[in-house]
């Protein structure tokens, strides 16, 4: 019975995937290389996505890098030569540029390249029938890394329990990594992680961007 629930979950998994994360739903502010600032707009998911203005033109960077407005060639999309700005920023030329532009051709040019990545990804969709065990002991190396301005508090021999001791409850903690495997997996299997003296780089840490 848990063998059929894991085989329908993978596979309820792998069918969710096809459509994707959806992009970031909020507007993001950009700097060009001209060190103008442009707010645009992310659309799609992780397999199919594109870049809009505020106002819903579909825009593409260039060789430079440099968002311009999209213009369809060949059945494709390729920057247009016309340098993007916010609404309120607009000169007549620009606004001139964009009366001669079809947002609806863009966006049927937009959905039917959709659909094509669509059907590729239902095409490679596995039928989950089996799963099978992954059995015996399993090693994990575990490097400690310093920095010359972030050093270790915490001693080899502490974080080898943190890893590998039965029971581990250090810091009101419940259990350590390998119970969590264990307690996971129905104990098996068995992941035993060797802990290694740290290295020290002879540079600064770099911040975490989240």
Same mark, same amino acid.
């Given at each position: 019975?848990?063998?059929? *629930?894991?085989?329908?979950?993978?596979?309820?998994?792998? %069918?969710?995937?096809?459509?994707?994360?959806?992009? *970031?739903?909020?507007? %993001?502010?950009?700097? !060009?290389?001209?060190?103008?600032?442009?707010?645009?707009?992310?659309?799609?998911?992780? +397999? *199919?996505?594109?870049?809009?203005?505020?106002?819903?033109?579909? %825009?593409?960077?260039? =060789?430079?890098?440099?968002?311009?407005?999209?213009?369809?060639?060949?059945?494709?999309?390729?920057?247009?030569?016309?340098?993007?700005?916010?609404? =309120?920023?607009?000169? /007549?030329?620009?606004?001139?540029?964009?009366?001669?532009? &079809?947002?609806?051709?863009? +966006?049927?040019?937009?959905?039917? =390249?959709?659909?094509?990545?669509? !059907?590729?990804?239902?095409?490679?969709?596995?039928?989950?029938?089996?799963? &099978?065990?992954?059995?015996?002991?399993?090693?994990?190396?575990?490097?400690?890394?310093? +920095?010359? /301005?972030?050093?270790?508090?915490?001693?080899?021999?502490? *974080?080898?329990?943190?890893?590998? !001791?039965?029971?581990?409850?250090?810091? =009101?903690?419940?259990?350590?990594?390998?119970?969590?495997?264990?307690?996971?997996?129905?104990?098996?299997?068995?992941?035993?992680?060797?802990?290694?003296?740290?290295?020290?780089?002879?540079?600064?840490?770099?911040?975490?961007?989240?």
């Amino acid at each position: 019975m848990r063998k059929i *629930f894991i085989g329908s979950f993978l596979l309820l998994c792998t %069918i969710n995937n096809i459509w994707g994360i959806p992009a *970031f739903p909020y507007s %993001i502010n950009v700097v !060009q290389q001209d060190g103008s600032n442009l707010t645009i707009l992310l659309k799609g998911d992780e +397999f *199919f996505h594109w870049t809009e203005t505020e106002d819903g033109y579909v %825009i593409v960077r260039n =060789n430079a890098g440099m968002f311009e407005y999209a213009e369809i060639s060949n059945g494709h999309l390729v920057p247009a030569n016309v340098k993007v700005h916010n609404p =309120n920023q607009r000169a /007549d030329a620009e606004i001139q540029y964009l009366q001669t532009l &079809s947002k609806e051709q863009i +966006f049927q040019l937009l959905k039917s =390249n959709q659909e094509q990545v669509l !059907q590729v990804a239902q095409s490679e969709i596995v039928q989950v029938t089996s799963v &099978s065990s992954v059995t015996g002991t399993k090693k994990i190396l575990c490097i400690l890394i310093g +920095f010359t /301005d972030l050093s270790f508090s915490k001693t080899q021999a502490e *974080f080898n329990n943190l890893m590998n !001791q039965t029971g581990y409850n250090v810091g =009101n903690a419940i259990g350590s990594v390998k119970d969590y495997y264990k307690e996971v997996s129905y104990n098996n299997p068995l992941v035993r992680r060797s802990v290694f003296r740290y290295v020290e780089y002879k540079s600064k840490a770099l911040p975490c961007l989240i």
